[in-house]
């Protein structure tokens, strides 16, 4: 079963920029954006028993996976006052069995791999709440580039 909340960040799409700094990163310019909104898993002790909604969280950090060669980021945050994790700021300080069944889910979720053959997606490593942010951020220019500033202006 999944081990948080699972949604998207509105307002995100995983293109362009997204693609370009995840080739940076790990040195390979075969990288594309997955094309769809920035994907988040949100820590919290409240039992939510429904989805459609929003939900005021602090990111923490993220995996960096690969699904059939397209960044497909994994934003791990905290619902904002969580009673149990509310506190965390960064992932280095959750539990390492947290994240190892998170890494596990993500590894696992679209079948296991049979045996000979390649897994189709793959977790190159764990980063902060710094380049959370920053990877928030490019989906962010990623989506304005695509359908425009919907935001309201100030």
């Known amino acids: 079963t999944m081990p948080c909340l699972y949604g998207f960040v509105p307002q995100t799409y995983c293109d ?10 790990l040195n390979d310019s075969s990288i594309e954006g997955d094309g769809d909104a920035l994907d988040i ?13 929003f939900l005021h969280c602090k990111p923490i950090g993220g995996f ?3 699904d059939g060669g397209e960044a ?5 945050a ?3 006052d969580d009673a149990v994790f509310g506190d965390y700021n960064d992932v280095s300080e959750l539990p390492k069995k947290l994240v190892e069944k998170m890494r596990h889910y993500f ?8 045996p000979g053959e390649e897994a189709k ?8 709440a710094d380049e959370a ?7 962010y220019e990623d989506y304005v580039a695509a359908y425009g500033d919907l935001l309201p202006k100030k």
């Open 72 to 76: 497909d980021d994994k934003i791990i």
């Open 64 to 66: 960096r996976m690969l």
């Open 133 to 139: 942010r920053k990877i928030a951020q490019l989906s």
């Open 121 to 128: 997606v793959k977790i190159t490593h764990l980063y902060g």
């Open 41 to 53: 898993c949100v820590l919290t002790d409240r039992e939510i028993p429904r989805g459609d909604l």
């Open 107 to 114: 590894l696992t979720y679209k079948g296991v791999v049979a």
């Open 78 to 80: 905290v619902l904002k």
């Open 16 to 25: 362009e920029r997204v693609a370009k700094y995840t080739q940076e990163v």
